[in-house]
């Protein structure tokens, strides 16, 4: 037991240090080149598109209309029928998180490991349970740390090769 409070504590030190490592990374090669130079498109149209809509709200505040507050109420019952039927019922087989990132851009390259996380839980569920679920949990990590690797291996590859991998969305 004590073995697993490491290995967990180690990946949660690695995650912190490598999200403040980079964005001492990025901040510092932005800094010294500008994003322009860098020719980072989407850090440029992220920036400026930012900042237009910071602009623009400054500029002519907008109250939020009727429409705006139906669907924001409609998408919070959903929201909540979703987590409340995850919770109560064994067999219900929608995760709330799949609502809110269906509308995301990066379903667009994440979906197929969105795809074989679910249906490896799945199958694990339905034909073996929770035991096999426990049996199989270093798998399921294996599954999330190879993806990992796999980008992390093609961006060393594009460095040395002057090609890019995206690994992850615009």
């Avoid at 490491?6 to 990025?26: D, E, K």
């Avoid at 500008?34 to 020719?39: F, T």
């Avoid at 851009?105 to 426990?134: D, E, H």
Wanted: proline fraction near 3%; charge should be positive; glycine fraction near 8%.
């Amino acid at each position: 037991m004590a073995n697993r409070h490491w290995i967990l504590g180690a990946i949660l030190i690695t995650v912190v240090l490598c999200v403040a490592v980079s964005f001492l990374a990025m901040l510092s090669l932005c800094y010294k080149f500008g994003i322009r130079e860098l020719q980072l498109d989407w850090a440029t149209r992220t920036t400026v598109a930012v900042y237009d809509n910071i602009y623009s709200l400054i500029e002519t505040p907008v109250r939020p209309g009727q429409w705006v507050l139906i669907f924001s109420a409609v998408g919070a019952v959903v929201m909540l029928c979703l987590v409340i039927c995850y919770h109560r019922f064994y067999w219900w087989p929608l995760h709330p998180i799949g609502y809110l990132t269906a509308y995301s851009s990066s379903m667009r390259i994440l979906w197929f490991s969105f795809f074989v996380g679910w249906i490896s839980n799945a199958i694990c569920m339905r034909y073996g349970g929770v035991v096999l679920f426990k049996k199989l949990q270093y798998f399921f990590i294996g599954l999330i740390v190879g993806d990992f690797l796999m980008g992390g291996t093609w961006a060393l590859i594009g460095l040395f090769s002057d090609s890019s991998y995206q690994v992850l969305p615009d």
